[in-house]
């Protein structure tokens, strides 16, 4: 059998779990997986920075452009939805190619959209459309590694896949310097149609034809009904899934307290983005290098324990009114190092127990829920009497959340106990 990375090896060709696959293949895989999965962070981050430059060119307010946001965090919840099942059906490259298709053609009509309005459906449709890259590159893994193998292997496409939220708003301002705001779309449409070309050539199908399922929608619907009465499944992908409000909560706060109650300037805001970013990707290699030495419940146990700790002394600072900047950035510093830990760990657990054959649907599943609880959970912290976030109710969203993600650790515990 050739190896997936050989230029000739047919991309039709079904690949299956070995043990003994090359480093070359490895990289590859993780470097083609990397691109897909970055997609959805850059074309989520990339325009940020271009919101006023929008808001006057398409004569929106900026409740409308920030909609825009909104409608691609929904399309990226439904999309997982629709495609891991697909995957399912038809294997992983069908679905992954078309979803990498529209996202480059929703990315080149985003460049022309005539108000904001459309410019939100479009928004929406790139959402579903990049969907495929996030939640087919998971199944992929899943149908490749098991355990620690699977572990090591999203350490490593973690690294990839997390320079896209350290660099998208950077290389976004920097864009804005050399062109209209539409620049930033050109971009996504390139890198997405790059995209196409390395799944086509070097990506072959990972599901074999005898372990697919075609599911109607009472089949569906039975998958979908059993994997939310599994604990086994159900307590990891909470603990993801609040672990991500946690950190979605730092990422829609921090800009307005750092500014606001800090004094710091974009730019400053933008560099301690920048190096708290750097400290998730040092928790994820952190976790690699723990693999074979420490067990994956272990490994997610101290990262929850060092979110808690970080968060809820950050809690503790605010309620006090001692908080400066350099205590809080060290404490977020620390809580996003800890979710280098939990995020490939917490994936792991909620596929790892998983046939095969639905392993698309359980990535659907748990991206959809990761983004639904992510964005449910930021919006608390502007809960506030002004209406806008505050140091002490972004720490308590996130203090708070971290005891629950450490609770659906224990309902993990247990279950596999039972």
């Known amino acids: 059998m050739q190896s997936p990375s050989s230029p000739s090896a047919s991309p039709e060709q079904e690949i299956r779990p070995s043990s003994t696959r090359s480093r070359k293949s490895i990289a590859l895989l993780v470097l083609v997986l990397g691109v897909l999965t970055a997609t959805g962070p850059l074309a989520t981050d990339m325009y940020l920075p271009a919101f006023p430059q929008i808001t006057q060119?398409?004569?929106?307010?900026?409740?409308?452009?920030?909609?825009?946001?909104?409608?691609?965090?929904?399309?990226?919840?439904?999309?997982?939805?629709?495609?891991?099942?697909?995957?399912?059906?038809?294997?992983?490259?069908?679905?992954?190619?078309?979803?990498?298709?529209?996202?480059?053609?929703?990315?080149?009509?985003?460049?022309?959209?005539?108000?904001?309005?459309?410019?939100?459906?479009?928004?929406?449709?790139?959402?579903?459309?990049?969907?495929?890259?996030?939640?087919?590159?998971?199944?992929?893994?899943?149908?490749?590694?098991?355990?620690?193998?699977?572990?090591?292997?999203?350490?490593?496409?973690?690294?990839?896949?997390?320079?896209?939220?350290?660099?998208?708003?950077?290389?976004?301002?920097?864009?804005?310097?050399?062109?209209?705001?539409?620049?930033?779309?050109?971009?996504?449409?390139?890198?997405?149609?790059?995209?196409?070309?390395?799944?086509?050539?070097?990506?072959?199908?990972?599901?074999?034809?005898?372990?697919?399922?075609?599911?109607?929608?009472?089949?569906?619907?039975?998958?979908?009904?059993?994997?939310?009465?599994?604990?086994?499944?159900?307590s990891p992908v909470l603990t993801l899934g609040l672990s991500f409000g946690m950190l979605f909560t730092y990422v829609s706060a921090f800009s307005f307290v750092s500014q606001n109650e800090f004094g710091i300037s974009p730019q400053g805001y933008g560099w301690l983005f920048a190096v708290n970013s750097l400290a998730m990707m040092a928790g994820t290699q952190g976790n690699g290098l723990l693999v074979g030495r420490v067990d994956t419940s272990r490994r997610l146990l101290l990262g929850l324990l060092l979110a808690l700790v970080a968060v809820g002394t950050l809690l503790a600072l605010a309620l006090s009114g001692v908080a400066q900047l350099w205590m809080v950035s060290g404490l977020l510093a620390l809580m996003m190092f800890s979710v280098g830990f939990i995020m490939p760990n917490a994936t792991v657990s909620a596929l790892d127990g998983q046939p095969v054959a639905v392993a698309g649907t359980a990535s659907a599943l748990m991206g959809s829920l990761q983004f639904a609880l992510g964005g449910a959970i930021a919006a608390m912290a502007g809960m506030t009497p002004s209406g806008e976030a505050s140091l002490v109710s972004m720490a308590v969203v996130m203090a708070s959340v971290a005891v629950l993600s450490l609770l659906a650790f224990v309902w993990s515990a247990r279950s596999k106990v039972g």
Request: hydrophobic content about 55%.
């Open 57 to 234: 060119e398409l004569g929106a307010t900026e409740g409308q452009v920030g909609l825009t946001l909104t409608a691609i965090m929904l399309g990226l919840s439904v999309g997982q939805l629709v495609i891991g099942p697909m995957s399912d059906a038809w294997g992983r490259r069908g679905p992954l190619l078309v979803g990498v298709a529209l996202f480059t053609v929703t990315s080149v009509l985003c460049v022309f959209v005539p108000n904001v309005t459309v410019f939100i459906v479009l928004r929406f449709l790139q959402g579903v459309a990049g969907a495929a890259g996030a939640v087919v590159a998971r199944a992929v893994v899943r149908d490749l590694f098991q355990g620690d193998d699977a572990v090591r292997f999203f350490s490593r496409l973690a690294l990839v896949m997390m320079l896209a939220p350290l660099l998208a708003p950077l290389v976004g301002a920097q864009l804005l310097l050399v062109g209209p705001w539409q620049l930033s779309f050109w971009v996504l449409a390139a890198m997405s149609a790059l995209s196409f070309v390395l799944v086509l050539l070097w990506l072959p199908e990972s599901l074999p034809r005898e372990a697919r399922r075609i599911q109607g929608p009472r089949q569906l619907a039975s998958t979908v009904g059993t994997l939310v009465r599994d604990p086994k499944f159900v």
